[in-house]
């Protein structure tokens, strides 16, 4: 993550996704599973306690996020303000 | 102030009225009795503002999360009012949540049952300060009676629906209701922390617990200054109490913020403190989304304020109100392990990580609690905790996740006896535990243990 932050914020509507990791496959770096397969931010992105729920995405990663948007079956993400 | 002050209504309803704010009409309190123990709301002029005086009289929400009243409030305020961002539908809506979905609490529906006129005034209130158009009751099905009397017994009070809710633990989820309302299914949404800018049907929506709507009446009523003149500056006002579990009898207490545990205890019947009183192992505060403490030293306070200058003690949030007794000789573990698996039965199964996790916690709390699991234990609750917390749509897994830690926390050394295969609850402190030295470290984390003799508590 870039000393200014991240550009923006993935965020996962729990209610909709079901687990299947199409997200964690477009955003490797960003993105691991979970014991059941939802999508878990990766190791050290988010600190204990912070909002697990809008994972921060690099300006790198940005391109991908958009994709995941558009590609999850659920609508399940989307992109929200860093 | 102190908890003697503390008002006794028991959950039949027979109130004990004298140092009371909000039982002062007594018991099913009908308009008239209401009338004549707090008097008609007054006229206010026009630089009066519900919402400063909420402000200023430091009211907090008692439905659990204990935020300032007064924020959502102001939110609700701004939002009514026409900007080129929202996007206008009718005036603001008024939820007076009364679900009470938390199975140890029972001082909401003690307080619809007899002091209905009072949730009723306090949504009155708000609605002529924020032109609100449609006001709601939520509750549930045992309180119906009661609190259609109220509605229908006034001729001020026709345009408020009451609404059934159902008996589920996550129906009182603020985003539940509006759901409910809106859908009929009492289920949490996603990214529902803007109900006061778009909640039912995007619609500003000021939704508070029933008896957050009730100190708002006195409030409006009295004002704020009136209010701080009970509780401490940090917790100011009363607040209602569900004494639960190992009490002589189960009721409700109003009793002033920042009061003293052990003293509510005590004016519960609970004998506590003392030599030989040791009645009490540990009380959950909050209810099955709260914490496990120990009594001795805590002040249960909404406020984060310092408050080792009104008195020493430790700060424990009052949460839903619920105080329920573990007595000693109690396994907290084994409490701990069957309210978890309450709850992950509550789980709403919208959401993977709370549908899956909880359960997974549930039996990895269970099998701490039987003793019959391996060392590695607590870590794997560790590991699960950090799995389901903040990953959900409503708070259910981190309320969960907050019980189980608290539970590891305060009854830590009954870990370390279980994780070696025992439970010195329940047992004659003569049987076991004699030699004062407990079982070696099982988790092999170098701990030297200096176990209590026999009983942990
Ligand atoms: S692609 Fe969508 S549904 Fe699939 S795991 Fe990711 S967020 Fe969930
Ligand atoms: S977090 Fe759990 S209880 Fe809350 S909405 Fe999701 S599944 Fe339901």
Redesign the pocket.
Known sequence: MSPIGPAARLHID??RCDGRGLCAELLPEALTRDDWGYPLAAPGRVRSGADKSNVPVTGAELAAAMDAVKLCPLLALRITRP | MSADTAVAVGSGGNARTAASRLFAAGANAGHAAHLAAYGAMPHRGRGWSLVQELEASGLTGRGGAGFPAWRKFAAADLARRPNRYARRSGGPVLIANGAEGEPLSFKDATLLRNAPHLVIDGLLAAAQALGAGSLFIYAGADEQAAVGAALAERGDAGHIALVEAPDA??AG?A??VVNFLETGRA????LAGRLAESGLKGRPTLIHNVETWAHIALVACYGAGWYRSAGTAEDPGTRLVSVTGDVPSELVLEVPGGSVLEDVLSSAGVRVGGVGSDAVSAVLVGGYHGRWVRPAGMVLSAGVGAVGSVRSGVIVRPGAGVLHVLGAGRCGLAATAGMVQYLAG??????????FG?PALADVMTRLAAGTGGTGLVREVERLAAL?SG???????DGTVQLIHSALETFADDVRWHLAGQCNADQDPAVQGVSGQGPADPAGQGVAGQYPAGVAQ
Do not use: K
């Not at chain 2, 509550?346 to 990580?353: D, K, L, N, V, W």
């Not at chain 2, 990953?391 to 259910?396: E, F, S």
């Open positions: 729990w209610t | 633990f996550v989820q985003s539940a289920l949490p949404r996603d509550e789980s709403a199964r919208q959401c993977g990580p709370c549908m909880l389901v990953r959900g749509a409503c708070h259910h897994p």
